[in-house]
T-cell receptor, first 114, second 111 residues
């Protein structure tokens, strides 16, 4: 157990809908990263938050957005869902804002868009 | 941005043999190189990492070597066991740049 939690574990929804994924980092970690992993694909970095502020952006679609709250948990919002958004979504946390800090991954949320 | 290539994409070895996975990267400023193991449907777990001030790091049956001049690093697993079967990802980062992952290597250890 990495200490990073994610909810829900599974999510099934329809095209055009909007969903929110939640992540709580390890105790003491200030950075949260979001990744997308499609079937048989590697991990694609979406976005990073550090202590409530957006720190870095990767290949995140405009239909997707995220935020980090004062208690440091983070939410990833996915809207106007398409079939191709079906994937495993992981969050990871680390202590510092630098990408050279060890990242600890949560168990992931499996999103299925029908 | 950073470009990471990982080889091979699949690897089958007999139990007890060694497995080697190699990654190359493009940005000479990169200085952190972690390896993650991911079992089917589970989270990626850090198994070993190396920073650019060392050339080799070992942890029991796992080792990582780094050649900064050639911009490549490798994961070595010795005395492989069936429970080593998983997908292994290399990753690269440096300073404030984002982490870039390789495409993954599916390792199968045949009993």
């Amino acid at each position: 157990d990495s200490g990073v939690t994610q909810t829900p574990k599974h999510l099934i929804t329809a095209t055009g809908q909007r969903v929110t994924l939640r992540c709580s980092p390890r105790s003491g970690d200030l950075s949260v990263y979001w990744y997308q992993q499609s079937l048989d694909q590697g991990l694609q970095f979406l976005i990073q938050y550090y202590n409530g502020e957006e720190r870095a952006k990767g290949n995140i679609l405009e239909r997707f957005s995220a935020q980090q709250f004062p208690d440091l948990h983070s939410e990833l919002n996915l809207s106007s869902l398409e079939l191709g958004d079906s994937a495993l979504y992981f969050c990871a946390s680390s202590l510092s804002p630098t990408a050279t800090d060890t990242q600890y991954f949560g168990p992931g949320t499996r999103l299925t868009v029908l | 941005g950073e470009n990471v290539e990982q080889h091979p994409s699949t690897l089958s070895v007999q139990e007890g043999d060694s497995a080697v996975i190699k990654c190359t990267y493009s940005d000479s400023a990169s200085n952190y190189f972690p390896w993650y193991k991911q079992e089917l449907g589970k989270r990626p777990q850090l198994i070993i990492d190396i920073r650019s001030n060392v050339g080799e790091k070992k942890d029991q049956r796992i080792a990582v070597t780094l050649n900064k001049t050639a911009k490549h690093f490798s994961l070595h697993i010795t005395e492989t066991q069936p429970e080593d079967s998983a997908v292994y990802f290399c990753a690269v980062s440096g300073g404030y740049q984002k982490v870039t992952f390789g495409i993954g290597t599916k390792l199968q250890v045949i009993p």
